[in-house]
């Protein structure tokens, strides 16, 4: 399943990497409801090659993720890959300046679902995509509020 998600945000590209990539670990709960942990697994500064631990819950039981941060391009992209008992997720979250103080972040998922969830992906698709696209809005407001 493919899904692709953008949001302009009236901050400084610089102003948006930081909250989405530097402080990844403190901000993403912020922005996805559905995270209930989310911990470096490695030592350093979060980039390319990091490992994370995420738990989400939906709907149903908590789903644990094995995260890799795959690309780290300095406020322009990051990417990472997800594997979890249920399903491989690959995510991209792009930016792109506008102008000086406007960003355009795009983000774009694929995910693969297993088992039962390999058959439920399309009707799951929607929701998703929804819930990525309210996360997005959530990244806008809490910029903009600054």
Do not use: C
């Amino acid at each position: 399943m493919h899904i692709e998600v953008g949001e302009q945000i009236n901050r400084p590209a610089h102003d948006v990497w930081d909250y989405i990539a530097t402080n990844h670990v403190q901000n993403h709960p912020r922005w996805d409801p559905a995270i209930v942990k989310l911990e470096q697994k490695d030592s350093g500064p979060l980039g390319e090659g990091s490992r994370l631990e995420m738990v989400r819950k939906d709907s149903g039981p908590a789903m644990t993720m094995d995260v890799r941060m795959v690309e780290w391009d300095v406020d322009r992209k990051m990417a990472f890959e997800a594997d979890a008992k249920q399903l491989n997720m690959t995510a991209n979250m792009a930016l792109e300046a506008v102008n000086p103080t406007t960003t355009t972040l795009n983000v774009t998922v694929d995910v693969e679902g297993k088992g039962v969830l390999k058959v439920m992906m399309p009707v799951m698709g929607g929701r998703m995509k929804k819930q990525i696209a309210a996360g997005l809005v959530r990244i806008k407001q809490a910029l903009e509020s600054k």
